[in-house]
């Protein structure tokens, strides 16, 4: 089965808005985004971005996603590399499902992403790209992230980092090396982990 979202194909949506648009077609470009995509449909269905949420969810017997009320300890469930990809938003967790909100519930890629990311069964609910994205870039942003990180870090936190004289290496013992810098920042980093519940850690280079 061809996956509509991924391949910038929108027309999915003209099955939820033919009984108000009747024979006219859904006009927007081909590579139309799905923020895009959803504006082009409200403008022809006359209609408000939660009203189109309400209509795609009754289409597909889903739920309209409410993104004020997801919990904390869902977003740890799901990394920040699936989250932007796919523009999904884990909303709550049980011990076999996350629900996830997403502005395009007919991404299969999506679903598969989430459910390797989390291990969990995703059921999805419908939320418009704006309200989505806003609360992307609040709950998943770089400042964020490093809050929650410093939050755990002890008050001796300047032992942790310490500047290395860049004129060359030098030879250092197998029990300096036990105690240097670089491993108490793993052992934080470990720590961390341990208390936010995470099931692995991934450290990716910056560009």
């Given at each position: 089965?061809?996956?509509?979202?991924?391949?910038?194909?929108?027309?999915?949506?003209?099955?939820?808005?033919?009984?108000?648009?009747?024979?006219?077609?859904?006009?927007?470009?081909?590579?139309?985004?799905?923020?895009?995509?959803?504006?082009?449909?409200?403008?022809?269905?006359?209609?408000?971005?939660?009203?189109?949420?309400?209509?795609?969810?009754?289409?597909?017997?889903?739920?309209?996603?409410?993104?004020?009320?997801?919990?904390?300890?869902?977003?740890?469930?799901?990394?920040?590399?699936?989250?932007?990809?796919?523009?999904?938003?884990?909303?709550?967790?049980?011990?076999?499902?996350?629900?996830?909100?997403?502005?395009?519930?007919?991404?299969?890629?999506?679903?598969?992403?989430?459910?390797?990311?989390?291990?969990?069964?995703?059921?999805?609910?419908?939320?418009?790209?704006?309200?989505?994205?806003?609360?992307?870039?609040?709950?998943?942003?770089?400042?964020?992230v490093v809050g929650t990180i410093l939050q755990h870090i002890d008050d001796d936190v300047e032992t942790l980092?310490?500047?290395?004289?860049?004129?060359?290496?030098?030879?250092?013992?197998t029990a300096d090396a036990e105690q240097s810098p670089i491993i108490k920042l793993s052992n934080l980093l470990?720590?961390?982990?341990?208390?936010?519940?995470?099931?692995?850690?991934?450290?990716?280079?910056?560009?």
């Open positions: 089965m061809a996956n509509l979202a991924r391949s910038h194909s929108h027309q999915w949506l003209l099955a939820i808005l033919r009984p108000v648009i009747g024979g006219r077609e859904l006009q927007m470009a081909p590579a139309a985004s799905l923020r895009d995509a959803w504006e082009a449909a409200c403008r022809a269905g006359g209609i408000s971005q939660e009203e189109l949420a309400h209509r795609i969810a009754a289409h597909y017997g889903l739920r309209v996603a409410d993104l004020s009320a997801a919990q904390p300890t869902a977003t740890k469930l799901l990394p920040a590399s699936v989250v932007h990809q796919f523009e999904v938003f884990p909303l709550r967790e049980d011990n076999r499902h996350l629900f996830v909100a997403t502005s395009a519930p007919i991404d299969l890629d999506a679903e598969q992403a989430v459910r390797f990311a989390s291990g969990r069964t995703p059921v999805m609910e419908v939320a418009s790209p704006v309200a989505l994205l806003d609360t992307i870039a609040l709950r998943y942003s770089e400042d964020r980092v310490q500047v290395v004289d860049a004129a060359g290496p030098a030879a250092i013992t470990l720590r961390d982990a341990m208390q936010q519940g995470a099931s692995d850690v991934h450290i990716e280079p910056a560009p």
